[in-house]
């Protein structure tokens, strides 16, 4: 148990390869989830006070819930369920992953605040315990505890590391707007049922997984897929320019990112990745392109924060 305020940084998502199985009976689809963390953070920080409070900065601080719907809320009441103690605690989120973006920027507030509430409370919660809690909260917050690189299994909450060997470069196209997960799977369902396809079981590409492990960006960008990738065009088809237009400007892949509607490009270098990302702000469509590399470190306790808007 400390007094001090407790700081830990959480990484975006990117799906390199995102294989969607048939619609299960619960509501979920069973996916060949290829994660890697992409080096875009949001800061969580948590202090001890007389009862649960959420503050947000940042550029789109006005789109994220203040309330018990905030997944990192819901993180803070799990743990405190599960040790008999009150969530007495202010969480304050500096966010800088877009918000309903496809890059999983509330499950990573949500593993943010888990892992700060456990250091700030003393909970002395094992890895797993802190896994179990994550897998409840949603289906991408076990991945943001974890970074680097994973492959998600069941609906993306069953993780098995990856091996990387080397570092990506990828640009990010960020939509005004954003777009509903459950939209998206709706969307995707519809689709396949107006189609009459037989979906088969999601399965990991092993091209992509190797070129993962040699580093080899040409290789990752051949493999690299996306099944929710046309239902989000559906939703949102002016993504279809964005794409376009990082492709012109040298990307060797392009992707909707996840759920979307963010953008994702993978670039040869850093300097192939500046280039693209100045073609897509220049071109108008999008709100704004960020350069980064991948992978990136899971929940990381940082202190003091680094950022302070
Ligand atoms: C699509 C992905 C790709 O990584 O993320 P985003 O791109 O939105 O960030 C994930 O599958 C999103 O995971 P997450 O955002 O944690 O979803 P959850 O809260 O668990 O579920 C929200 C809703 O999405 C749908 N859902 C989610 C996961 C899954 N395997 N099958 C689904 O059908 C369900 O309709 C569910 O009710
Ligand atoms: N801490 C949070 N940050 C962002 N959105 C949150 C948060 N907690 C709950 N939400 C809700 O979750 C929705 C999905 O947000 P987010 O996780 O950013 O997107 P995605 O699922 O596309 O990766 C938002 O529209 C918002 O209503």
Redesign the pocket.
């Known amino acids: 148990m400390t007094t001090a305020p407790v700081t830990v940084r959480v990484p975006a998502k990117v799906n390199a390869q995102l294989a969607v199985g048939p619609l299960r009976a619960d509501g979920f689809h069973d996916l060949a989830n290829v994660f890697l963390a992409v080096g875009l953070y949001d800061e969580v920080t948590a202090t001890p006070a007389d009862a649960l409070r959420i503050t947000v900065s940042g550029p789109d601080a006005d789109?994220?819930?203040l309330d018990s719907?905030?997944?990192?809320a819901r993180a803070a009441e799990a743990l405190a369920a599960r040790h008999g103690r009150r969530a007495d605690v202010h969480l304050h989120?500096a966010?800088d992953?877009p918000?309903?973006?496809?890059?999983?920027?509330?499950?990573a507030?949500a593993a943010g605040a888990l892992l700060a509430c456990d250091t700030l409370w003393g909970t002395g919660a094992t890895r797993d315990e802190l896994l179990d809690i994550c897998a409840e909260l949603g289906s991408d917050v076990p991945f943001s505890l974890v970074g680097g690189a994973a492959l998600g299994r069941g609906r993306g909450e069953l993780l098995e590391p990856l091996t990387v060997g080397g570092t990506f470069h990828w640009v990010f196209a960020v939509a005004d707007g954003?777009?509903s997960?459950p939209a998206v799977y709706r969307e995707c369902d519809r689709l396949r049922q107006a189609a009459a396809v037989t979906v088969p079981a999601p399965e990991a590409s092993p091209a992509l997984l190797a070129a993962l492990r040699t580093g080899d960006a040409a290789a990752l960008a051949a493999a690299v897929g996306n099944d929710l990738q046309a239902a989000a065009l559906s939703l949102r088809p002016c993504l279809a320019d964005t794409l376009r237009t990082g492709t012109e400007a040298g990307a060797l892949a392009a992707l909707v990112s996840?759920?979307g509607p963010t953008c994702a490009f993978l670039a040869e270098d850093a300097d192939a990745a500046a280039r693209i990302g100045k073609a897509l702000t220049a071109s108008g469509t999008c709100r704004t392109a960020r350069a980064t590399t991948a992978p990136a470190p899971g929940a990381t306790v940082v202190a003091p924060p680094t950022r302070r808007h």
């Not at 719907?69 to 990192?72: D, E, K, Q």
């Not at 918000?99 to 499950?107: K, Y």
């Open positions: 789109q994220v819930p719907g905030n997944l990192a989120i966010k992953i918000v309903a973006g496809g890059m999983a920027g509330g499950s507030d954003g777009l997960t996840g759920s």
